[in-house]
T-cell receptor
Framework: KQEVTQIPAALSVPEGENLVLNCSFT??????LQWFRQDPGKGLTSLLL?????REQTSGRLNASLDKSSGRSTLYIAASQPGDSATYLC??????????FGSGTQLTVLP | GAGVSQTPSNKVTEKGKYVELRCDPI?????LYWYRQSLGQGPEFLIY????????DSGLPNDRFFAVRPEGSVSTLKIQRTERGDSAVYLC??????????????FGQGTRLTVV
C-alpha cells in the first residue's frame, strides 16, 4: 500500500526566504505526482503536476522535482510572500488512478 | 462549468439521518473521484468513477456509504444512518483522463459535513 509522508508538518519563515518542502512515497511505481495548495476551509488548488518520466516542473516562483527511484519530491518556493501561507499537500497516483496524499506541510510566511 | 462545483458547502445533520452530497465535475471530464478529509490530515480516497461506472470503490468505509453517477456527469455521495465519526470535509475531483491517460485532477471546494 502506497504511503506518502511530508516533512516538516509545519514551517514558519520570514518573508523573502527561499524554502523547500519535502515529500516521500514508499512505492516508486507511480504515474504522476501533484503538489496542491489548500487555504483554511477551502478546497485544493493544483500547483504542479510532474509525470513519472519527468524530473521537474516550474511555475513562476515554484519548482517541483521528482526522484522516482528514491521515492522523493521537493517543492521549492522562491522569495516567499505572506500570501504563500497555506497548507501544501503532495499526492501520487498509480495504476489504481486514485491519489494518495500526505498529511501536508502548514506554511506560515511572516511579514 | 468553470470548475468543480460541490453543494451544499456546509451540512449539519443529526446522528442517524440520511444525507446526500452533490458534485458537478468540469464539463467533459470522464473521471470523477470522492475523497474525505479529516482535520489536520490529507484527503483519503473513497471512490472513483470512470463514466457512469464505479471503477474503484475500495475506499468506502462501510455499506452506509454509496455513490452514483447515473449519466456520467453529476455524482451524488449518499450516507445512511450518519454517525458523528462521519464528520469531515468531503471533496470531489474530476480529470479529463480515461483509462491509461495520465492527467491532472481538479478539486471542488468541498462539503463540510457535521453530524451532531
Amino acid at each position: 500500500k502506497q504511503e506518502v509522508t511530508q516533512i516538516p508538518a509545519a514551517l514558519s519563515v520570514p518573508e523573502g526566504e527561499n524554502l523547500v518542502l519535502n515529500c516521500s512515497f514508499t512505492d516508486s511505481a507511480i504515474y504522476n505526482l501533484q503538489w496542491f495548495r489548500q487555504d483554511p476551509g477551502k478546497g485544493l488548488t493544483s500547483l504542479l503536476l510532474i509525470q513519472s518520466s519527468q524530473r521537474e516542473q516550474t511555475s513562476g516562483r515554484l519548482n517541483a522535482s521528482l526522484d522516482k527511484s528514491s521515492g522523493r519530491s521537493t517543492l521549492y518556493i522562491a522569495a516567499s510572500q505572506p500570501g504563500d501561507s497555506a497548507t501544501y499537500l503532495c499526492a501520487v497516483s498509480g495504476s489504481a488512478r486514485q491519489l494518495t496524499f500526505g498529511s501536508g506541510t502548514q506554511l506560515t510566511v511572516l511579514p | 462549468g468553470a470548475g468543480v462545483s460541490q453543494t451544499p458547502s456546509n451540512k449539519v445533520t443529526e446522528k442517524g439521518k440520511y444525507v446526500e452530497l452533490r458534485c458537478d465535475p468540469i464539463s467533459g471530464h470522464t473521471a470523477l473521484y470522492w475523497y474525505r478529509q479529516s482535520l489536520g490530515q490529507g484527503p483519503e480516497f473513497l471512490i472513483y468513477f470512470q463514466g457512469t461506472g464505479a471503477a474503484d470503490d475500495s475506499g468506502l468505509p462501510n455499506d452506509r456509504f454509496f455513490a452514483v453517477r447515473p449519466e456520467g456527469s453529476v455524482s451524488t455521495l449518499k450516507i445512511q444512518r450518519t454517525e458523528r465519526g462521519d464528520s469531515a470535509v468531503y471533496l470531489c475531483a474530476s480529470s479529463p483522463g480515461g483509462q491509461g491517460v495520465n492527467t491532472e485532477a481538479f478539486f471542488g471546494q468541498g462539503t463540510r459535513l457535521t453530524v451532531v
